[in-house]
């Protein structure tokens, strides 16, 4: 089983984890400004890239909290963990 | 006496030549009508028809690896079609009456078993979405009942149908013209005919970028050179994305592991295939005697065709409290695919924003039933430029209309 590493826990298994896919997906700062092309990307569509991919993640089994993580999705190596208010990292 | 019977001989010497092959491995042509991109189950099948109803035979499937090596190899091959909405059980119907006719059409065995689908209920609910689904197929001329605890038992004698489990049987639907077939001997099927038809299978030749002009898509650039194209079909599966970001537009699919495996052989004990939404597993026997189990996906977006072991774990707990029987079974094998899940778990079909590039995918963890209906659908589709009525209700567009086809759930496991 893969060690997941809870930045305020440290690493912990992978069953204690939940998955909440791509980070950083903003609220739209002006809801009302949108269009409908615009709402079905804020609602339906999120990135899929093979490779690395900045995601969210929650302790769910252990602190409940939320954090962010860069992995690669071909891997399943996780290469860092952030805190949620943290900016994305720059992912080449 | 010579010294023969000493002498040692080459290793293999003694084996049966080998069969022949059932397609030829052509070098890549400068250029075709139609390129198809991916050699599962749905690039297979939508050369094939191409072929046989339309006539267009000027065709290359392009596959990274090597044919039907990807879901079509991997998938537990369970075929029915009682979806809830018209537009699903329309397309899903289709497919299951062109099975009942495949073996004839290939000329190939796919071992087409129509041994019936259970799907479990276990709680009030269930009972409910499951009788409101009965109800709906019959009004859509899909065969489904309902079926009472004491009828489980008969149909299928293992399931534990005792009150005294965790998440006790409390009814089925029952489909009796569901079943099973050999996924590997139906793509073989159908690439025999697709190559008999001139129609030119090239694997081991990946797509790594696309040349366009303006609204049209004019070649595709593969790891064996650049290869124009007249219309080009996206049949990727897990790997629509990759396609769908190197041609700059976006398809609301995510990626996942999706597991599955089998158990030892084992004399027949199980006539039937039996879904369970509730514990999650889903279980056939196949005609060679192994158990075959299939999982959910894996939580975390994933391209590496393996999953995490406790989800393995789960769903042998599920299988076991479903059929105590299966105890004493050893596990044999696990492996795992990559599957397009969508937002409405329905797949996602038709135009793009290329004026000759088409969709299909978004099949999720259920698209080996649809293989013929696809193929059929996508190849009608590509020969007159517009979007068969099957496939229509699934456009791209319905992300934006709100149209979305939602059959999370009310169509029980989605497999
Ligand atoms: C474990 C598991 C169990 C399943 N069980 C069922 C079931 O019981 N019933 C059911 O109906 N469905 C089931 N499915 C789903 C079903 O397998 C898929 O929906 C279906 O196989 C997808 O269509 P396909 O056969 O064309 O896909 P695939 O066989 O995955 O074909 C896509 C092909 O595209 C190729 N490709 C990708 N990128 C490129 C590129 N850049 N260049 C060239 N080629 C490329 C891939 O290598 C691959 O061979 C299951 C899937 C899995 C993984
Ligand atoms: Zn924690």
Redesign the pocket.
Known sequence: MQLIECPWCGPREEVEFHYGGQAHVAYPEDPAALDDEQWAHYVFYRDNPKGRFAERWSHAAGCRRWFNAVRDTATYRFESVYHPDQPKPVIP | MTGDITRPRTPGADLPDHPDFLWRNPEPKKSYDVVI???????LATAHYLAKNHGITNVAV????WL????????????RSNYLWDESSAIYEHSLKLWEGLEEDLGYPILFSQRGVLNLAHTLQDVRDSIRRVEANKLNGVDAEWVEPDEVRKICPIVNTSADIRYPVMGATYQPRAGIAKHDYVAWGFARRADEAGIDLIQD????GFTTDGNRVTGVQTSRGTIAAGTVAL?????TS??TDMLGFRVPVQSHP???LVSELLEPVHPTVVMSNAVHV?VSQAHKGELVM?AGVDSYNGYGQRGAFHIIERQMAAAVELFPVFARAHLLRTW??I?DTSPDASPIVGRTPYDNVYLNCG?????????PGIGDAMAHTIAHGEPHPYVAPFALDRFVSGALVDEHGAAAVA?
Do not use: D, P, S
């Open positions: 991109v991916g050699g599962g189950g749905h690039g392009l596959e990274k690896g039907a090596g990807g879901n079509m190899a991997r998938n537990t091959t369970i075929i030749c990946e797509v790594t049949c990727a599966a897990g790997h990759v396609l999706l597991q599955a889903y299939g795992g695919g599957v099949w999720g963890t259920g698209g080996f039933k649809a293989t497999h």
